[in-house]
């Protein structure tokens, strides 16, 4: 006989948060949002964390490198889409990873040998007005001076004159050792009125360089998500097809977290890409997305770093109509969580979730993460603005970015879906179209930032851990959710509406 659920299965909406007794220590500026994306032992530092509970989901109309350079820049990880050739991803990854948060490596080049007409050609090419002067031409090799649109005046037989003649040579430059920190570069740039600095290693190679403006541009980033190498955090999606050529592509590209993207991953397939990734590479995997306990157990065993929870949930989505399978985002939620706590009392291990798909309202967010969620991952919400990949449009009187899903014949991603059968069957599980454009990333996510705080405060936690341990979550009934908004009085117009 088939095994029945009787309760019905529970979405966020169906949840409001009971406050706790907020301290006075409770106040938005003492909350941290740091949490662990992949697993580690008691008592250990995870390998990865994000410094805000946000991941941008794999999708074509959500994560490229633009977008992964600005949701890692505010402390969060997108996954780059895997929907598209391994070279176009691969390049995306490289992009992104390529952005050092306010140390770069020099783009343009040249050597003394070359001449002040290579120097404008190549600064017509890249817009850069500082030219690093290197033995080989190379971002790496041995640093000799730099030119500057204050090192030559042009005139007609100025052209033809050597770059070793007009230079600052590096005997006159100042310059910083390799391991400088950002603020020591940043007082060396104030105190000699500098615009850039070289920072070179101890045979005097170039590393980086430090521009005046990318270190003001860092400061206002304080949550930024860096590698060991000054790098932003970049992850990318896989699927369980071509994973073998795939993988090796997006690992030398630099990234740093990879995710198995499907819409059920309760799978052999996950289990022998999982392996096989284990086996070759020293990347982490995330795997999913599952919505109870056996498909959490069987993913963690195959090795996954972290497990995805949620079916049929996302905006896009139609999957619970084409194929009546799925669960109601939180039930999925609850369930998974408690096997990870378990799991984590068993052996010591602590496997984080992440909550995928059906974030309406941000106060969702902070119910995710208060029903265990270690992080959660967006599509609609990062879809709305400037930096996602898609065109922004009018629609009557109102900005539109357009927004499809994987399953979507515009997306054609049939790999997500892809439970072994024929290729060319294949039937749609999600929809193309529109999301209101909201403006700026950086905007909009301070202020979901200030509201999760907030509300964390009102449940007495400063940490996402706190939350989860001390959270009292009431189920709400369906005329408590009416009484929940605006209710009885005539709005005026342009009032505030929700979210
Ligand atoms: P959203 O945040 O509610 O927009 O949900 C985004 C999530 O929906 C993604 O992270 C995927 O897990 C899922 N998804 C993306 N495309 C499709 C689709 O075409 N059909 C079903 N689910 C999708």
Not at 277 to 294: L, P, Y
Not at 346 to 354: F, L, M, S, W
Not at 380 to 386: I, S
């Amino acid at each position: 006989m088939a095994h029945y659920y009787m309760e019905p299965s529970r979405t966020f909406s169906e949840f409001l948060l009971v406050p706790n007794l907020t301290t006075k220590a409770c106040n938005p500026s003492n909350v941290t949002l740091k949490t662990p994306i992949v697993k580690f032992k008691k008592g250990e530092q995870p390998a990865y964390s994000l410094n805000i509970p946000f991941s941008s989901a794999v999708m074509q109309a959500v994560s490229d490198d633009r977008m992964a350079v600005a949701l890692a820049r505010s402390g969060g990880i997108s996954f780059i889409f895997g929907s598209q050739s391994v070279e176009g991803q691969a390049a995306m990854v490289r992009k992104a990873k390529s952005y050092k948060a306010g140390f770069v490596v020099s783009r343009s080049n040249l050597t003394p040998g070359h001449t002040l007409k290579d120097v404008l050609e190549l600064k017509e090419r890249t817009g850069h007005s500082t030219v690093a002067i290197t033995s080989d031409g190379s971002a790496n090799g041995k640093l000799l001076g730099i030119v500057t649109g204050r090192d030559y005046r042009i005139s007609r037989d100025s052209l033809s004159k050597q770059v070793s003649d007009f230079m600052t040579p590096f005997e006159k430059l100042i310059y910083g050792k390799s391991g400088i920190t950002l603020s020591e570069a940043n007082d060396l740039i104030w105190d000699h009125k500098l615009n850039c600095l070289p920072v070179v290693d101890a045979e005097n190679n170039l590393d980086y360089l430090v521009f005046r403006k990318d270190y003001d541009e860092h400061k206002e980033n304080p949550s930024e998500l860096l590698d060991a190498n000054k790098s932003y955090v970049v992850g990318a999606g896989i699927n369980t097809k071509d994973y073998e050529e795939r993988v090796p592509a997006l690992v030398a590209a630099g990234a740093d977290v990879l995710v198995i993207d499907s819409s059920d991953g309760y799978s052999e397939w996950q289990q022998s890409t999982i392996q096989f990734v284990k086996s070759n590479f020293d990347v982490k995997i995330g795997a999913g997305n599952v919505v109870d306990r056996e498909g959490f157990l069987y993913l963690v065993e195959a090795g996954a770093d972290f497990i995805k929870v949620g079916i049929g949930g996302g905006s896009i989505c139609i999957t619970r109509e084409q194929k009546g399978i799925g669960r109601g985002q939180a039930s999925a939620l609850i369930e998974v969580a408690a096997a990870r706590d378990e799991y984590f009392e068993q052996t010591g291990i602590y496997v984080p979730i992440c909550s995928d798909g059906g974030i309406v309202h941000d106060y969702h967010i902070t119910l995710a993460l208060a029903m265990g969620a270690d992080f959660v991952m967006m599509g609609r919400y990062f879809a709305r603005f400037d930096e996602s990949p898609t065109r922004k449009l009018k629609v009557g009187n109102n900005f539109v970015k357009e927004f499809w899903g994987e399953g979507s014949n515009r997306a054609r991603n049939w790999e997500r879906y892809d439970t072994g059968g024929k290729a060319g069957l294949m039937f749609e599980e999600g929809v193309d179209s529109y999301v209101p454009y909201a403006g700026s990333l950086h905007e909009n996510l301070s202020k979901t930032i200030h509201k999760i705080k907030s509300t964390m405060c009102n449940c007495g936690s400063l940490t996402i851990a706190e939350l989860q341990k001390n959270a009292r979550i009431t189920l709400v009934s369906a005329t408590s959710i009416v009484e929940g908004g605006a209710h009885d009085v005539i709005l005026k117009e342009n009032s505030i509406t929700g979210e």
